[in-house]
Protein backbone atom coordinates (compact mmCIF):
# COMPACT_ATOMS: atom_id res chain seq x y z
CA UNK A 1 0.00 0.00 0.00
CA UNK A 2 1.79 2.93 -0.86
CA UNK A 3 1.29 5.02 2.21
CA UNK A 4 3.63 7.78 3.18
CA UNK A 5 3.96 10.06 6.32
CA UNK A 6 3.41 14.10 6.25
CA UNK A 7 4.91 14.43 9.77
CA UNK A 8 7.60 16.81 8.66
CA UNK A 9 4.78 18.81 6.83
CA UNK A 10 2.89 18.40 10.65
CA UNK A 11 5.76 19.39 12.38
CA UNK A 12 6.96 22.73 10.14
CA UNK A 13 3.23 23.81 10.03
CA UNK A 14 3.13 24.00 14.21
CA UNK A 15 6.50 25.91 13.87
CA UNK A 16 8.60 23.18 16.40
CA UNK A 17 11.62 21.52 16.47
CA UNK A 18 11.59 18.15 15.65
CA UNK A 19 13.43 16.93 19.51
CA UNK A 20 10.01 19.63 20.66
CA UNK A 21 8.17 16.86 18.91
CA UNK A 22 9.72 14.29 20.14
CA UNK A 23 9.44 15.33 23.89
CA UNK A 24 5.77 16.71 23.42
CA UNK A 25 4.60 12.95 22.00
CA UNK A 26 7.09 11.63 24.10
CA UNK A 27 8.32 9.33 21.10
CA UNK A 28 12.06 8.52 21.12
CA UNK A 29 13.89 11.10 19.79
CA UNK A 30 15.33 8.61 16.81
CA UNK A 31 12.20 7.74 15.84
CA UNK A 32 10.96 11.00 15.70
CA UNK A 33 13.91 12.06 13.68
CA UNK A 34 13.24 9.01 10.93
CA UNK A 35 9.60 10.24 10.88
CA UNK A 36 10.63 13.95 9.66
CA UNK A 37 13.58 12.62 7.69
CA UNK A 38 12.15 9.66 6.07
CA UNK A 39 8.25 10.09 4.52
CA UNK A 40 8.53 6.08 3.38
CA UNK A 41 8.39 5.41 7.27
CA UNK A 42 5.05 4.42 8.59
CA UNK A 43 4.10 5.56 12.21
CA UNK A 44 3.37 2.42 14.39
CA UNK A 45 0.39 2.70 15.71
CA UNK A 46 1.03 3.47 19.18
CA UNK A 47 3.37 5.97 17.94
CA UNK A 48 0.63 7.54 16.02
CA UNK A 49 -1.65 7.58 19.10
CA UNK A 50 1.07 9.63 21.09
CA UNK A 51 0.97 11.99 18.68
CA UNK A 52 -2.84 12.11 17.89
CA UNK A 53 -3.68 11.84 21.49
CA UNK A 54 -1.36 15.05 22.51
CA UNK A 55 -1.46 17.07 19.15
CA UNK A 56 -5.47 16.53 19.31
CA UNK A 57 -5.12 15.24 15.53
CA UNK A 58 -6.20 12.98 13.07
CA UNK A 59 -4.53 10.34 12.01
CA UNK A 60 -5.01 11.69 8.23
CA UNK A 61 -2.97 14.78 9.34
CA UNK A 62 0.18 12.45 9.82
CA UNK A 63 -0.02 10.05 6.67
CA UNK A 64 -1.68 10.02 2.88
CA UNK A 65 -2.36 7.70 0.14
CA UNK A 66 -0.18 8.37 -3.00
CA UNK A 67 -1.06 6.64 -6.04
CA UNK A 68 2.08 3.69 -6.92
CA UNK A 69 4.44 4.91 -9.60
CA UNK A 70 4.08 2.03 -12.66
CA UNK A 71 6.26 0.66 -13.89
Do not use: G, H
Request: with cysteine; glycine share 0%; net charge positive.
Amino acid sequence: MPVVNIIKTFIDTKEISVYQFSKDTKIAQRTAYSLYNYPQQRPSPSVMDKICDYYECQPCELIKWVKPEKK
